[in-house]
């Protein structure tokens, strides 16, 4: 049986372009935790329904194991290893607010699922600041928690929505 070509792959991660040669099958999941070993993305279910392998392509929440890397060629991928680094004038030591307002309000338990929930309410306050708890929901109906019971992260949003608008209010 012919092994599948190889193909040379340029892929911008958080920032960083990586020259790779992977096999056009591969997962970009698999290409991050194994290639650039970024392991914050999860390998939960490997179908897509659980959300713990979520990363942002081109600021938008996607299933790293439905997406092949050849895929994501010229577009941009953030993982949850640089959401603190993308916050303006963080220290090397701080968290994203977001990531503080999981902490402080109890939204992280066991952390599994964690990085595809603090991704995907990025996306959603990037995209829409004061969101309502129907509309928190509805955006993380896609990601599978089993330990929070889901209102700590409700709250950790809410708060989250209300610490990234007081920043903007001091700039």
């Not at 991050?32 to 392991?39: F, M, S, V």
Request: glycine fraction near 8%; include cysteine; aromatic fraction near 2%.
């Amino acid at each position: 049986m012919n092994q599948p070509t190889k193909v040379i792959l340029d892929l911008n991660v958080n920032g960083d372009t990586h020259k790779l040669l992977v096999d056009p099958r591969r997962t970009l999941l698999e290409v991050l935790r194994e290639d650039l070993r970024l392991t914050g993305a999860k390998n939960g279910c490997g179908i897509g329904g659980c959300g713990t392998c979520t990363v942002l392509l081109d600021g938008r929440p996607v299933r790293s194991c439905l997406t092949l890397a050849v895929e994501v060629a010229g577009r941009e991928v953030q993982t949850i290893e640089a959401l603190a680094d993308s916050w303006p004038g963080n220290r090397p030591d701080q968290l994203h607010p977001i990531q503080d307002a999981f902490v402080d309000n109890h939204g992280i338990q066991c952390g599994f699922c964690s990085p595809g929930m603090i991704l995907t309410a990025k996306a959603l306050l990037d995209e829409n600041p004061q969101p309502s708890d129907a509309e928190i929901r509805e955006a993380l109906s896609g990601q599978v928690c089993r330990c929070t019971g889901y209102a700590k992260i409700v709250d950790s949003v809410r708060d989250a929505a209300a610490r990234l608008a007081r920043a903007e209010e001091t700039r």
